[in-house]
């Protein structure tokens, strides 16, 4: 299987990427949300058995059986998830499909072409099936929509599959429906202030190792005036708990995996960083939080300014404060 085709899949606004351990309480939410869950398989347990369960899983994704995608907008903010399994020779079945209230228009339309995509242009296979609850009518009208055929039903689902020739019949008028009715969302860095966003880095790869690099003004939107990293940080340690007044920022995870929490004073996300290709740009007037590091973990961090203490706000009543005046600067 051509892993580096497959890991991640870009399109019009979203992301599949292939779902990591960290993202075991965030799936959990999700297959524990009555919204979400009706007419999908039970999930029983705690976050620390979906952990378990992704890690199992990773061994069948390195047989090439299954790929359990998260589907993500292209600023990084998680909004679903997807599976391919029982993939065969042949055939692979499509499934588990879930979205949250975080996802744009059009993203149901626009992950499951994705998704049929790495079926059928990616593996190369040559039929899809899937089942729905029979009570779950949005889930079975978007597969007639979509095109699939229905094969059969019991009791409980109804069968429907499709195949490659269907699917590349119709993908070209179902992408310009995504196109044509959604808004694609701007991966670049939106310097308005209270804002972050997932920065990628190139790579430059070789069988002697990859290479990664980045330039001030280009990767990073800003003039780099100082570096500076954390390493040797104890598992259960936690870090941040500010916001700045003028700094801007872009934090690598060099090594191992951490988590961001990030607050605009309204909003509130969480960003694993694991890959050292990718950084979250922070702009000015984010809460920032940092905890489960990983063991090793390394976090890189390039600033727009020199340490400044003035420039920090450490009191969460102090960003708010600065927050309400920014958004009302007569106040
Ligand atoms: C099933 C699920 C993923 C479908 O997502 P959804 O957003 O509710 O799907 P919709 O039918 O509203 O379709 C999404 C959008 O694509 C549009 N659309 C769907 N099929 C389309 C088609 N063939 N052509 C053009 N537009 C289409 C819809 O009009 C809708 O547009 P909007 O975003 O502007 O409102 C979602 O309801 C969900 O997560 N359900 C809970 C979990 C679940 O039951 N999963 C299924 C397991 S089998």
Redesign the pocket.
Known sequence: MDLDKIEAVEGHQLRLRLVQPEDAAYIYDLRMNP??????SPVSGTVADQKRWIENYKTREMAGEELYYVIECLNGQRC?VVRLYEITEESFTW??????QN???????E?TLQSMSVGFDILKRSVVK????NR?D??L??YR???MSETGSDAQNTYFELTAADFNAHKD??WT??KK??KPIDKKHDRTYGSVTLVDLPVVTDPRGDLTFLEANNHVPFDIQRIYYLYNVPVDSERGGHAHLELEQVVFALSGSFRMKIDDGVTKQEFWLRNPRQGLYINRLIWREMDCFSQGAVCMVVASKPYDEADYLRRYDDFQKQVAKKNDPLS
Do not use: C, Q
């Open positions: 919204d979400y869950n009706s007419y999908l679903g499934g588990s499909i879930i979205l949250d996802k744009p228009r059009k993203a149901a339309l992950a899937l089942e729905a609850d779950n949005i889930a009208a978007f929509r979509f095109g008028a179902l429906a995504v009715h959604s």
